[in-house]
T-cell receptor, first 113, second 112 residues
Framework: GAVVSQHPSWVICKSGTSVKIECRSL??????MFWYRQFPKQSLMLMAT?????????EQGVEKDKFLINHASLTLSTLTVTSAHPEDSSFYIC?????????FGPGTRLTVL | DQQVKQNSPSLSVQEGRISILNCDYT??????FLWYKKYPAEGPTFLIS?????DKNEDGRFTVFLNKSAKHLSLHIVPSQPGDSAVYFC???????????FGDGTTLTVKP
């Protein structure tokens, strides 16, 4: 099946710093990638839809200037959490669409101290 | 308004028995439905899907049933195995280009 990778798998940073998370589709090209956030014992919350070569579409309530998304190529999308705060600590998961299916990355655990 | 609902947060089943996970949706425009399995600290893994033109899709031990009139789908796992213990999410999508809307998940525990 299609493989989606994320890097890093976990990151700890100080409050106020920025963190970049990469999402790659390893064996297929993805024109559309999605970024999700999951809080403990809760569902996946869609943050934004990333389309290659265009601006991301953010869900209501998600701050565009705080969560910067760049989809520079058909195999790479990045999420940058700017000026991170402890409340941004969460599990971030990306997903790439291939045909009718959606394949998920392994997730990135962000802890902001 | 939550468009995809999994009303049972948890389910416990004995090994070898059938596991039935349920999902309800409200948006009649949804035409593609998916089930994902998720282990802690990992991304979801695609399990099985069904198009709205079908009412059943089977893949090995996993079968998904769709009742469009009731806006209800279910995932049957038989026989259940301890390795099936995970969180199961159902998702629904409107059209091929639509984004998937996820339910809150059901934690399945299969006891040996």
């Amino acid at each position: 099946g299609a493989v989606v990778s994320q890097h890093p798998s976990w990151v700890i940073c100080k409050s106020g710093t920025s963190v970049k998370i990469e999402c790659r589709s390893l064996d297929f090209q993805a024109t559309t990638m999605f970024w999700y956030r999951q809080f403990p014992k809760q569902s996946l919350m869609l943050m934004a839809t990333s389309n290659e070569g265009s601006k991301a579409t953010y869900e209501q309530g998600v701050e565009k200037d705080k969560f910067l998304i760049n989809h520079a190529s058909l195999t790479l999308s990045t999420l940058t959490v700017t000026s991170a705060h402890p409340e941004d600590s969460s599990f971030y998961i990306c997903s790439a669409r291939w045909g009718y299916e959606q394949f998920f990355g392994p997730g990135t655990r962000l802890t902001v101290l | 308004d939550q468009q995809v609902k999994q009303n049972s947060p948890s389910l416990s089943v004995q090994e070898g028995r059938i596991s039935i996970l349920n999902c309800d949706y409200t948006n009649s425009m949804f035409d593609y439905f998916l089930w994902y399995k998720k282990y802690p600290a990992e991304g979801p893994t695609f399990l099985i899907s069904i198009s709205s033109i079908k009412d059943k899709n089977e893949d090995g031990r996993f079968t998904v049933f769709l009742n469009k009139s009731a806006k209800h789908l279910s995932l049957h796992i038989v026989p259940s195995q301890p390795g099936d213990s995970a969180v199961y999410f159902c998702a629904a999508r409107e059209g091929n280009a639509g984004k998937s809307t996820f339910g809150d998940g059901t934690t399945l525990t299969v006891k040996p």
